[in-house]
């Protein structure tokens, strides 16, 4: 693990690719939180995250973990709870517990249902254990992707709630799981073109700094 040298109030643990650790750095970012981040290279050496001081931090052997007032957080949603909680400007969740559900809805959907089944470890295991070519782990991914990203569109396009972002004109939870997942999705070369709503959301979110400084091509262990 490498770190750079700046503030070291809240310290993230993170991978440039990771787009639970990409929900995370939208978060800080949008609360201007200041970080220091600390680099887990997920397959160099067989995977950092496997190395006994980063097991220490968090057993699930996972990225993303922060690092604030002697506790160690993993888990993005938790973290992103906690920051919530917090640094409580700007809300990463609506006011009103339908709209609050209805974030969480979208949010879930990407970070529970889609994003799991398509993880490093889940690769890893189909082509080494299972024998499943390249191809076939690419296509696995696009399958997934593609299933939530309907279900997504249709909610999406379907609601009166959705505004610029997923839920009105502000960023919320949903916005902080979605637009990590497009990036995961372009990088398996999915057909995205099936999807015109996300694709709006997502430009509108990328013209906001706070997403765009926390894409995967702008970190400092980007490859
Ligand atoms: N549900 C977890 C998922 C974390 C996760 O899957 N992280 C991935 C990177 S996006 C990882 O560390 N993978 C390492 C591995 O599979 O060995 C969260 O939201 O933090």
Redesign the pocket.
């Known amino acids: 693990m490498t770190s750079s040298a700046t503030t070291p109030e809240f310290a993230l643990y993170g991978?440039f690719r990771?787009?639970?650790?990409f929900r995370v750095r939208i978060a800080l970012n949008l609360k201007s939180i200041p970080v220091e981040q600390k680099f887990v290279h997920?397959l160099r050496a067989g995977?950092e995250?496997h190395g006994t001081d980063y097991k220490a931090l968090n057993p699930q052997?996972?990225?993303?973990t922060l690092v604030h007032d002697g506790h160690a957080i993993?888990?993005?949603?938790a973290i992103i709870e906690y920051l919530d909680e917090i640094v409580p400007e700007p809300p990463l969740l609506p006011g009103g517990p339908a709209s609050r559900a209805r974030v969480r809805q979208i949010a879930y959907a990407v970070?529970c249902d889609i994003?799991?089944v398509n993880?490093?470890?889940v690769n890893l295991y189909l082509r080494d254990a299972l024998g499943a070519g390249d191809n076939a782990r690419a296509e696995w991914q696009r399958h997934w992707m593609a299933k939530g990203f309907a279900a997504l569109e249709t909610l999406l396009t379907n609601s009166d709630d959705t505004g610029a972002y997923c839920h009105g004109d502000s960023p919320t939870l949903a916005d902080v799981c979605l637009i990590p997942q497009l990036a995961n999705a372009r990088r398996v070369e999915l057909d995205l073109e099936p999807y015109p709503t996300l694709m709006r959301i997502e430009a509108h979110a990328l013209s906001n700094h706070a997403f765009e400084a926390a894409l995967p091509k702008n970190q400092p262990d980007a490859e």
């Open positions: 991978y990771s787009s639970a650790a997920l995977g995250q052997e996972l990225v993303p993993g888990q993005s949603l970070a994003h799991p993880n490093l470890r």
